[in-house]
């Protein structure tokens, strides 16, 4: 099988190029300034000390403050909406569901810009509010349209994975509860919630990750002057030019995601030892 | 069932409140794609001189251009690598395998601005002129890991004496590869492929740092036009939306249609 084993190395080669190095240009130019003309780089920190300015950490606060209560939203709502899905008949189901997807693959800037012209001072809303003789209210350019938009895109990515988990869901359990003596609601919070927890978690990787990180929400809800950590790389990189500086602000957006990703995976591991615990217990 | 309290009212409305609210925007959207006047609030009555002037801009349509190429030859290239790749995987030994699905699954964890970068250095280090080419380039690059993900779940399933026995009756290497190996995993090739092409006609972020040169494609146009009310985005992403729920409805109608025929086969 030497052969096909063979097939993977013209694929290793194009991997470094295109993954490895640019990996390892975006940690050069984080800890690198412009030298001179005889050493064109210089090592330095000051990218990553800059960073600790007020200005620079109120941007970072605020985005994940803004991807935090995007997700609690969408947990909220897409629990029961996942809840509900997987309790209906299978083709329903399978109808519902698409329905959810499809506007996942409809082009995000496409779904967003959508709003605009539905939350502006002379917009549908507020149109609507002042032809009832109610009085306007500003809502572009806000956080509210922000977390709004955030909530729209994303909260696909919650149903889904809440629902994937619960249609998977061993009914024999939840009527082993039922005939141990348990009502619906303690079923609920003892069986069933437990068990869809995992789901749970993979949706807010997926929810608060790309909230992190996204520019094009905030540009287009929040306006111009409004910065969230993606903006500011945007801006680094595109406007200003401070490559050093964007690549450093980048990295400290990869370590803060990783991070996060490893508490929610050891929280995963810990909700799997204690459902398997508990199936144990049950028989 | 799984329930709390039955309620017969709750559940239609909650899926209904959250199905109307991911679909009313982009309805409306399309509505005033078809208004006379250049209000998006407004209704003027009906008239299509949006979309006549959709096919007049030259920007779009260069733009309409480049996302269909970039998406075509990029889901080409990328499936064609991809497969190859994933099959050589599948035999090779597992450190090889664990350190390449690692490095191959950076793409995919890392935010998608944080790549985009990654491209931009990539490029201005070997001072690549940035333009139509890098941004093919970083779309091949950044679908090839998942064409990779897609299709090493079916080679799992593949019996590994299949290829072996073709080769002992006496087919060469390529012939036991195009006609036993891939004919048994082309569901994930041709998932693999969908993704591919999905993620690129999409894409924005890698696209907006990795061009240069005046190159856009569709989503770069609406990032750069969206500042202002401009009705033609509307018609654009009208024919847009059409055509991405006829391509769903399709992929997911045609399996089912098939399962059922062979249902009745049964």
């Given amino acids: 099988m030497r052969t096909f084993s063979n097939l993977v190395k013209p694929y290793i080669a194009w991997m470094s190029v295109f993954i490895v190095v640019p990996m390892l240009l975006i940690i050069l130019y984080a800890f690198t300034t412009v030298g001179n003309e005889v050493l064109p780089f210089k090592f330095t920190l000051d990218n990553f000390i800059k960073f600790f300015d007020p200005v620079f950490l109120r941007v970072l606060g605020k985005s994940l403050q803004v991807a935090l209560i995007t997700t609690v939203i969408s947990i909220l709502i897409g629990y029961p909406v996942a809840y509900f899905i997987a309790n209906v008949k299978e083709n329903i189901q399978t109808l519902l569901i698409l329905l959810v997807t499809i506007p996942m693959w409809i082009n995000m800037l496409v779904r967003t810009y959508a709003w605009i012209s539905i939350l502006s001072d002379n917009g549908l809303i507020n149109s609507f509010l002042s032809k009832i003789g109610l009085p306007t209210v500003t809502m572009m350019y806000t956080d509210f349209a922000v977390v709004l938009g955030m909530v729209y895109n994303f909260l696909p990515f919650m149903i889904l994975s809440i629902y994937t988990v619960l249609a998977k869901l061993d009914k024999a359990l939840i009527a082993a509860s039922y005939d141990l003596g348990a009502n619906r609601i303690q079923t609920f919070i003892k069986v069933v919630f437990p068990l869809s927890l995992p789901g749970v978690i993979s949706g807010i990787t997926l929810v608060f990750l790309p909230a992190v990180s996204t520019f094009v929400i905030p540009k287009f809800l929040g306006g111009g002057n409004y910065m969230l950590i993606g903006n500011l790389i945007e801006t680094q990189f595109i406007t200003v030019g401070e490559w050093n500086f964007g690549s450093a602000i980048s990295l400290i957006m990869a370590m803060i995601i990783m991070i996060s990703m490893v508490i929610t995976k050891k929280f995963d591991k810990n909700v799997e030892e204690n459902n398997s615990s508990g199936g144990g217990r049950l028989w | ?266």
């Fill in chain 2, 1 to 266: 069932m799984v329930g709390i309290k039955k309620s017969r009212w709750l559940p239609v409305v909650v899926v209904g409140t959250i199905l109307l609210f991911f679909y009313l925007p982009i309805l409306i959207l399309m509505i005033f794609s078809f208004n006379d006047s250049r209000s998006l609030t407004v209704w003027a009555g009906f008239s299509t001189q949006w979309y006549t002037q959709l096919f007049r801009s030259r920007d779009m349509m260069e733009a309409v251009m480049t996302s269909v190429s970039v998406a075509l030859i990029s889901t080409l290239i990328s499936t064609f690598v991809g497969t190859l790749a994933a099959i050589g995987l599948s035999k090779s030994r597992k450190v090889v395998k664990e350190v390449v699905l690692q490095v191959n699954s950076l793409p995919i964890l890392n935010p998608e601005i944080v790549t985009a970068i990654g491209f931009m250095l990539l490029f201005s280090a070997f001072t690549i002129q940035r333009g139509y080419t890098t941004m093919l380039l970083a779309h091949i690059a950044f679908s090839i890991p998942y064409v990779i993900l897609s299709i090493l779940p079916k080679l799992r399933l593949l019996d590994p004496n299949l290829a072996e026995a073709a080769l002992d009756l006496g087919a060469t290497p390529w012939q036991a590869l195009i006609k036993v190996i891939v004919p048994q995993i082309l569901p994930g090739i041709v998932s693999g492929a969908l993704i591919a092409f999905t993620m690129s006609f999409d894409d924005f972020v890698i696209s907006y740092f990795v061009t240069g040169n005046g190159v856009k494609n569709i989503s770069i146009l609406v990032y750069t036009m969206s500042r202002r009310i401009n009705p033609t985005i509307n018609a654009l992403s009208t024919i847009l939306v059409a055509i991405i729920t006829i391509a769903l409805v399709l992929i997911n109608v045609l399996p089912m249609m098939k399962k059922k025929e062979k249902v009745s086969y049964e």
